[in-house]
């Protein structure tokens, strides 16, 4: 019968168990049945080669060898801490051979190896490309992609091996130390001849047979690193730390082109990473890999990239038995007693000198990752440790980002809730038509009247929530149309360039914003209702999409003006005017003399985009230190909430959709918080009238 393990939700078919004598370390007290990795035997003190370099192995030599290929190709069934386990022949290669950059063998870690029967599973899908790995620190992911580089240039002919990491730098060290180096200390019956220095710096190649060799070599971080050619194994080291002009997402989607034939796969690619801020770092390009290797949502993911990850509190130093098993929960009296001899250290006094005591031990890994290392802390200090030791994939990503202007954790939650419960949004296009108006009086003629309606478009540029309450509710006077003052909706509006004609598309935003509406006690509004973003080929067409919804709901639109103020005539043309908003009362600098209102709010002057900046915060965040009062959980456009996590008040270029929300909430959110200006000095000394005889 077939025996199963389900790893990070796959089901994983392991070969057949063997007898239980048949397995290492059988018959041996459970106390010695661990994984050692011994020394090579002594009849390998000398070996022999013949004049063209090639090792030639005594019979006892050449038996123990072909033992451990076998066992590196296919694996072995080992008796530990009273289990048996299957290894892998990959995490066999890395335990029995691998030497870490310190010079150090690894120690088996049961989390270890459920990762690579993970990892072994994935690869003999042959539609899958590789692993995107979310890591914590120091977990020795990217030692066992290094493992897993030199197994495939020893036991694969013509392999094309690449790696690359953060910086240069980075991809020089990661190659000299940890790939060249461990090569230079494997057992001479791994190792081929060279073909150059055995200490290369820049290229190992591997000579098999002649004409017959393969590489491994290392790149700087750009888009045009593996892009040629057929790779067979590529280590991107690090991708959720690149720089900026490296996004992560646009050098995979490259470097899979090296990983097929036409449909046949060719190659592999690993991509442990830790995740680095979301604004300024490549956090926010990783997570958008990351977000397309769901395995959980497609038969096959976007990318061909399947995605793994373990939570911090898994194999967590300090915190696993002698066996390698994780000390998660709180230990059994074994595991305690071991851990506290391994760990706990006093000085002659009994005071402790160890970062672990008794009562941390007794906590459990989950506990003390968890709740004890990010006791006290707050801030930056917070986000850093929670993003060095995430314990699911959302505190990996909610915490990567120092450079966040809001709370990314309440931001984090709200995309969660709504992935996990999905809200309907209907995709639209608004359709104007002509509405007949009869007469009031004999001497009058029928009148018509312009209204808007939608109509659902799989193509259409609106994104609604929730349709007016009161559809196309404004008043006419004449031809002249206005808004009626106490219209529950207020539209703000992000442009582009004034007088550009857009060949390629442009990404202008319309956020249609429901104000303040108190039923029963309750507040049933302060949150974005539609949502406009879409290519367009002219100006005037975007600003005809704006004068709709103004109608529709019945609300002013509050424009950015830095970038054109050409809509104010096409409005005027349409005698809709009315429907523009005045700079509003909390943009007007009460030190600034002469001020002159304009049609929308301008933030190239510091004063504006400053107060743009702190009525999101208010509205984000909420005004409270204590206790939360902010409305992040009113929204329901995850492209709103995926902007505001990577909103950078220096460059707000990219967040098109924020700064539309932006302009909405200046409008009605910051009248509450306008600046006074001072109505009288304050008298310093005292003054009287005096009469005088006239």
Not at 13 to 31: H, I, T
Not at 83 to 94: H, I, K, L, N
């Amino acid at each position: 019968m077939s025996e199963y393990v389900v790893v990070y939700g796959t089901k994983i078919k392991l070969p057949p168990r063997p007898k239980d004598e048949e397995a290492v370390n059988f018959g041996r007290p459970r106390k010695e049945q661990k994984w050692e990795r011994g020394e090579l035997p002594d009849f390998f003190n000398d070996v022999s080669y013949t004049k063209d370099g090639k090792l030639t192995l005594t019979a006892e030599q050449d038996k123990y060898a072909e033992q451990e290929l076998d066992r590196c190709r296919n694996g072995l069934w080992i008796w530990i801490g009273e289990r048996m386990r299957y290894v892998t022949g990959r995490y066999y290669f890395y335990l029995k051979y691998y030497v870490l950059e310190d010079g150090n063998a690894p120690e088996f870690r049961e989390a270890d190896r459920l990762y690579f029967l993970f990892w072994q599973h994935w690869f003999n899908i042959l539609w899958c490309l590789g692993l995107v790995r979310i890591k914590k620190r120091r977990q020795g992911a990217s030692s066992q992609s290094c493992s897993n580089i030199l197994y495939e240039a020893i036991f694969f002919k013509n392999s094309n091996c690449g790696l690359l990491s953060k910086t240069r730098d980075d991809s020089k060290a990661t190659f000299t130390e940890m790939v060249t180096n461990a090569y230079q200390l494997l057992p001479c019956f791994f190792k081929q001849r060279l073909q150059g220095k055995e200490d290369a710096v820049t290229e190992l190649v591997l000579i098999h047979d002649k004409g017959s060799y393969s590489k491994i070599n290392y790149k700087a971080p750009v888009l045009n690193a593996y892009d040629r050619g057929r790779m067979s194994y590529v280590l991107l080291d690090e991708g959720g730390k690149y720089p900026q002009e490296t996004p992560v997402s646009r050098l995979l989607a490259i470097i899979s082109k090296t990983l097929v034939k036409g449909v046949k796969r060719v190659g592999w690619l690993d991509a442990p990473s830790t995740v680095n801020e979301l604004t300024k770092g490549g956090g926010a390009e990783y997570k958008k890999v990351f977000e397309a290797a769901n395995q959980f949502k497609r038969p096959v993911t976007i990318n061909r990239l399947v995605r793994f990850f373990q939570p911090a509190y898994e194999a967590y130093e300090g915190f696993i038995d002698e066996y390698g098993d994780s000390v998660v929960d709180e230990p059994t009296e074994e595991q305690y007693n071991y851990l506290v001899e391994r760990w706990v250290q006093k000085n002659e006094d009994g005071d402790l000198i160890s970062e672990l005591s008794e009562q941390d031990i007794r906590l459990g890994a989950k506990v003390y990752v968890m709740i004890k290392r990010r006791d006290g802390l707050s801030g930056v200090d917070l986000e850093e440790e929670t993003r060095m030791n995430p314990c699911n994939e959302e505190e990996a990503f909610m915490f990567a980002g120092q450079g966040c202007e809001f709370n990314s954790t309440n931001i984090n939650n709200q995309i969660k809730e709504l992935e996990e419960n999905p809200v309907y949004i209907r995709q639209a296009r608004l359709v104007p038509t002509k509405e007949k108006v009869p007469k009031k009086f004999p001497t009058q003629k029928d009148k018509e009247r312009e209204v808007i309606g939608f109509m659902d478009d799989a193509k259409g540029g609106w994104f609604i929530l929730e349709p007016p309450m009161k559809p196309n509710d404004y008043k006419e006077f004449g031809d002249y149309l206005e808004p009626k003052p106490e219209s529950p909706y207020i539209i703000g509006v992000d442009t582009t360039q004034q007088d550009r004609i857009a060949e390629n598309g442009s990404d202008p935003a319309i956020c249609v914003f429901k104000k303040s509406v108190i039923v029963d006690g309750e507040e049933t509004g302060m949150y974005p209702v539609a949502l406009w973003i879409s290519p367009t080929r002219l100006d005037i067409h975007f600003d005809e999409e704006v004068r709709k919804a103004c109608l529709w709901y019945s609300a002013k639109a509050n424009y950015e003006i830095d970038r054109r103020t050409d809509y104010y005539r096409h409005f005027c043309k349409k005698n809709s005017q009315a429907f523009l908003q005045w700079t509003p009362k909390v943009l007007q600098n009460p030190l600034k003399r002469n001020f002159r209102l304009e049609y929308g709010s301008r933030s190239g002057d510091p004063f504006q985009l400053q107060q743009m900046l702190e009525i999101s915060k208010m509205y984000m965040d909420g005004t409270d230190n204590d206790n939360y009062n902010g409305h992040v959980h009113r929204i329901k456009f995850i492209q709103i909430l995926k902007q505001a996590l990577t909103y950078d008040h220096s460059n707000r270029t990219p967040s098109d959709l924020f700064v539309a929300l932006q302009m909405a909430l200046v409008a009605i959110f910051g009248e509450t918080q306008v600046v006074k200006k001072p109505t009288s000095q304050t008298k310093i000394l005292p003054t009287y009238k005096i009469n005088m005889a006239v």
